[in-house]
């Protein structure tokens, strides 16, 4: 009986002690978890070694140097579309899935509609003038509408221009678009641009290019020069057609609800780092460009020049006609800051 006694009174003890124990379990690893960094996913479709892959690379080196953080976060990056295409991307950011992205303008308009003016037709005459526009209060607003939209842009990367390129022949004037099936952006506007030129439009994921130009679902699509060599389009689409109907900008953007959980002294880390980044970016895609029309001229696509750029620019009136009048004044801001400018075509 004693022992039983003994034994009982241990039990009680230690059950008027649980409740401090649990007190002081909490309270550690409440402790351990001040001390590990944040775990922030940033997806980008590309492959390591583009331009805008390393750039990112680089804005992670970035914010694992910076002091001011002292390993708050830690850049997951996942680039080759791993995570999903752009649209689905947007997606798993706006519902917290993922922290960050870096992903064309064009399939932002639909969570951020300002941002569609971006991916009107020859619009912007070149690099340069896209670059002002973006620095100007043009830019600010469509800052200010993706934010509204859940996406706080920290920079813009450099994406070219964007023009046709198919399996079938030479595009030298609107009239060769016809009848062919062009693979384009989750966008209406895109859409819209390709049915204006003849062709038919075939909305699919950037990652599902490669394999339906050599079964022949499509026969061509539309994309800047280096992406037309880091794919391997090329290999399905020998003929590249520099109309540069599109200069639209990457931009890399956070989750707005983790933004504002960051201290001002955070914010500013992180944007520092991005523009940081966007201009390592920027100066590693003219030399890519570059290499990357060596790279297929050799491998023997044709690169060729359309005949009358005027031409192709009169045919997508339609698409103007559409969508501009739902941009207010930027058109005419946008245009207002060209004209002036100088500088070799984009590729």
């Known amino acids: 009986m004693a022992a039983q006694s003994d034994r009982l009174g241990l039990l009680i003890r230690s059950l008027r002690l649980l409740p401090l124990a649990v007190a002081f379990l909490l309270l550690a690893c409440s402790g351990v978890e001040t001390d590990v960094p944040e775990r922030w996913v940033l997806s980008n479709v590309h492959i390591a070694g583009y331009p805008t892959a390393e750039g990112l690379v680089r804005f992670a080196e970035l ?3 910076d002091p001011k953080l002292e390993g708050r976060i830690t850049i997951d990056l996942q680039l080759g579309g791993v995570l999903g295409n752009e649209k689905e991307t947007l997606e798993k950011l706006r519902f917290g899935a993922i922290q960050m992205a870096c992903v064309s303008a064009a399939p932002l308009q639909e969570f951020a509609p300002v941002s569609g003016v971006l991916a009107l037709p020859f619009l912007f005459e070149n690099g340069e003038h896209l670059w002002r526009v973006l620095d100007s209060g043009v830019g600010d607003e469509i800052a200010a509408g993706l934010t509204e939209a859940g996406f706080v842009p920290l920079a813009w990367y450099d994406a070219g221009a964007r023009s046709f390129y198919n399996r079938v022949r030479p595009i030298v004037r609107p009239e060769d678009l016809r009848g062919l099936k062009i693979r384009v952006q989750r966008s209406e506007m895109m859409r819209d ?14 990652k599902q290019v490669y394999t339906s130009l050599h079964t022949g679902a499509i026969d061509g699509a539309e994309n800047n020069l280096p992406s037309y060599r880091s794919e391997r389009h090329f290999e399905a689409s020998r003929f590249y057609s520099l109309d540069r109907h599109a200069i639209v900008p990457d931009v890399l953007v956070v989750a707005r609800e983790r933004w504002r959980e960051l201290s001002t ?4 880390a992180l944007r520092t780092a991005a523009q940081a980044s966007a201009h390592l970016q920027r100066e590693l ?6 290499k990357a029309a060596e790279t297929v001229t050799e491998a023997g696509c044709r690169i060729n020049e359309v005949e009358d750029p005027n031409a192709f620019r ?3 009136q339609p698409v103007y006609e559409k969508h501009a009048g739902r941009y207010g004044d930027l058109v005419d ?3 207002e800051l060209g004209g002036h400018l100088s500088g070799p075509p984009l590729r």
């Open 285 to 290: 895609w003219a030399d890519y460009r570059q």
């Open 333 to 335: 801001r946008i245009r």
């Open 265 to 268: 002294e955070e914010q500013i």
């Open 314 to 316: 009169q045919a997508v």
């Open 63 to 65: 914010l694992a140097e």
């Open 193 to 206: 641009l390709v049915e204006a030129l003849g062709a038919s439009p075939v909305a699919l994921g950037f």
